[in-house]
């Protein structure tokens, strides 16, 4: 392999690193030389980095991309879009492959936070009366560190299909076969492929539910659980009358947060399907609209649609965590 | 805990010293062991099972599953030699991608760092009018899906911004190894309203008197800034820019929109994704190759993994 490709590589990082250096150099050089007696000045010079880049990276095109969702590619003058009002979002409503993408996100939401919540629950108060804690939670917890592309190999590794009478090389089928089966294509047939991915997300995500929630149990006053253990509770009970209410704000900050991520699900599918045999969903059908069929009228609708998904959330998530603050 | 009383059977184990390690032996379990146990390795085998096969020679691979490892043991490191630096355009060519990872990722964490804890301090210790209200919207900002901005950002690169047919910003019209720089502006400005928000927490906890302190003694705010504040806030930091280089290596979206598909700037992620949908039964090349891009992570991941959790649980989690 010829590595000529390489040195301009680096080159690159070296100038991003000295570019880097050069920047706190300034910043320390204007820090101290400058006679900053106001805090609004300080203010003003601390903020500004982060407000620049702000407005570049997210707020101006934000906006931008909420104008363009109204518009459509003009073949006649390819500069200037052509306004066409709210075609995009009943285009979003009514063609068949958009509402494919739109159910199918609907149901990956429905199961993945719910499933993956469950799942880290249930674990989260096992381990916590089990010896070797710390080590299978780290087992348990590897996959967060797992890129969503690296997941999707593994997984389709598990799915893999081969004919009836060669030997299998997907675990998943080989246990078919093993209770007398026959092996199937797990990924072709909609609409259960997208169970199957769905599986994959709910793989990394329960171990960070298991995270936050075993912490949130470990935070639980050893009073209450005495207390409750003297009234002679069983451990069903135990689970729902004391452990669950306790933990009830971190499992909503969980539950909210692997929702979020959910609806914006998009390397898993493109890694292991491709969109295809049905599995596409909202942030991927997105992105093919914006940067592959090249109709940013449709990829920005569906992008806007996405945000206004995710605020409901979020807010009802703020005033939740305002609630608690409140009680304390 | 000189006043615990003391009733020693005679075959029981040493007493416990405190009243809380003897409430957790009471509580542990040889069953919740065994279940724990049972699931974190159930939980594993879909990675074991990669890491096994990526070591097989590439016929065993292919004509059976890897759990016949076991008792067919053949080890051979050809898999991730050809996949790495393999000539051919078949193989990954990996090396070359995970290159681009590294340069992509280092800058990458690097300015959020700088710009978050700057942004961060400002919000927390110094007054201004309208200051919470730029807190406000900072956090309002996290909730802006990336999907929102990436339409725009990249006309923003490529076309410049022009006003109503007036150019006022040319377009960066970046090539070769410079559409590095473009990633690395998208990934900052990414990064910000999570950075910020969390880096803010962090400060905004440590006691008032300390900073009063430092004033007191003259220090301006570019002093405490420099020798309080941040000294003070190191675990905060690694923390985020754990988390930070985790997102920036693992992500897909980004860097295809900004990092291109080719070999000169595309990171391992998109080249996974690429082999997984043009060679999707060349398991010895995407099993290798897809443990190149996870050990990295993985490494990072268990050695650091304390300042992981705690980001995690001061709210770390990006739009």
Known sequence: MDFTNEPPKLMVLFYGVVAFLAVVGLVLFLLDKAPLRRDRWVALIFLLPAGILLSIGLIIPAIRTFILSFTAPNAADPRNDKWVGLDNYVWMFTSPEAREALLNTLLWVILVPAVSTMVGLVYSVVVDRARAESFSKSLMFMPMAISFVGAGIIWRFIYEYRPTEESQLGLLNQFVVWFGGTPQQWLLNPPWNTLFLIVVLIWIQAGFAMVVLSAAIKAIPTEIT???????????????????????????????????????????????????????????????????????GHGTALAVFLFLLVTPIVIYQIYNLRQQREIR | MTATPVVIAPETEAVPATAAARVRKKLTSKTATAISLTIAL???????????????????????GWWNFFSHPAITLENYQQVLFGTSNVNGRLASYFINSIVITIPSVLF??????????????????????????????QIVPLQMSLVPLLSFFSQGVSLGGVQILPAWDLQGPDKFIQVWFAHTCFALPLGIFLLHNFMADLPRDLIEAAKVDGAGHPKIFRSVVLPLIVPALASFAIFQFLWVWNDLLVALIFAGGNQRTAPLTVRLAEMAGTRGNEWQRLTSGAFVSIVIPLIVFLSLQRYFVRGLLAGSVKG
């Open chain 1, 226 to 296: 005495e207390a409750a253990r003297l009234d002679g509770v069983t451990a069903w009970q135990m689970f729902w009358r004391v452990t669950v209410p306790s933990v009830r704000p971190a499992l909503l900050v969980v539950f909210v947060t692997i929702t979020i991520g959910t609806l914006k699900v998009f390397d898993i599918v493109r890694a292991m399907t491709g969109g295809q045999f049905g599995t596409s969903v909202l942030a991927y059908d997105m992105f093919n609209w914006a940067f592959v069929f090249g109709n940013q």
């Open chain 2, 42 to 64: 159930l939980w594993t085998v879909p990675t074991f099972g990669l890491f096994i096969s990526s070591l097989r020679p590439e016929n065993d691979i292919k004509s059976s």
């Open chain 2, 112 to 141: 959020p760092l700088l710009f978050c804890s700057l942004a961060a301090y400002a919000l927390a210790w110094t007054n201004f009018r309208g200051r919470d209200w730029i807190y406000l919207g900072v956090f309002a900002l």
